[in-house]
């Protein structure tokens, strides 16, 4: 069974540039999950997606980022302009239905984002 | 709110002895727990998880979890470490609110085991 894929791995962009990354769920998996993680820190949801549908991005800085998950399948993450502090690692995650029952979340190798 | 702790930063031990890494959590209700690994320049691996019944859980490559419920504790453990083992480990809690279910993560230890 195919994993969760994600492009690009890597991207170095300036300051107040944009970037989107792709993520592609494991097969099925109504849940999709872009979870930020910071050098040093646990990942922090950002926004998460059921069928295609946001169910939660209250996390999700608006002014700069967005997402979609267009037809319950694939999804991208844009950001726009970048500052310094997204620098970061962008996790894209699927699950069957969420955590509810002990589902488990499967994560992808993640994009790494340099902002300089 | 929903939380874990991993109160190490860093553990480290030698090849071939036990090694524990700890977690603590906060949950109002039955916790779901779940541990994931991170090798370098990779995404989160799952290892085990532990909804219900028995306290000990297994997971992969060796590793076990003991969930004690009076010391609120989930720590991952395995009986003989190796070097390969050496990552950074993340505990997660689930988080029911508003209705949809995700993941809390503590802030990871790093594991180094040496020769």
């Known amino acids: 069974e195919a994993g969760v894929a994600q492009s690009p791995r890597y991207k170095i962009i300036e300051k107040r540039q944009s970037v989107a990354f792709w993520c592609n769920p494991i097969?099925?998996?109504?849940?999709l999950y872009w979870y930020q993680q910071i050098l040093g820190q646990g990942p922090k949801l950002l926004i998460q997606?059921?069928?295609?549908?946001?169910?939660?991005d209250s996390q999700l800085p608006k002014d700069r980022f967005s997402a979609e998950r267009l037809k319950g399948v694939d999804s991208t993450l844009k950001i726009q302009p970048a500052k310094l502090e997204d620098s970061a690692v962008y996790l894209c995650?699927?699950?069957?239905?969420?955590?509810?029952?002990?589902?488990?979340?499967?994560f992808g190798e993640g994009s790494w984002l340099t902002v300089v | 709110a929903q939380s874990v702790a991993q109160p190490e930063d860093q553990v480290n031990v030698a090849e071939g002895n036990p090694l524990t890494v700890k977690c603590t959590y906060s949950v109002s209700g039955n916790p779901y727990l779940f541990w994931y690994v991170q090798y370098p320049n990779r995404g989160l691996q799952f290892l085990l998880k532990y909804i219900t019944g028995d306290n000990l859980v297994k997971g992969s490559y060796g590793f076990e979890a003991e969930f004690n419920k009076s010391q609120t504790s989930f720590h991952l453990k395995k009986p003989s470490a190796l070097v390969s083992d050496s990552a950074l480990y993340f505990c997660a809690v689930r988080d029911p609110s508003g209705g949809y279910n995700k993941l809390i993560f503590g802030a990871g230890t790093r594991l180094a085991v040496h020769p």
């Open positions: 097969s099925g998996h109504a849940t």
């Open positions: 997606f059921q069928n295609n549908g946001v169910v939660d």
């Open positions: 995650a699927s699950s069957p239905q969420g955590v509810v029952s002990g589902n488990t979340i499967y």
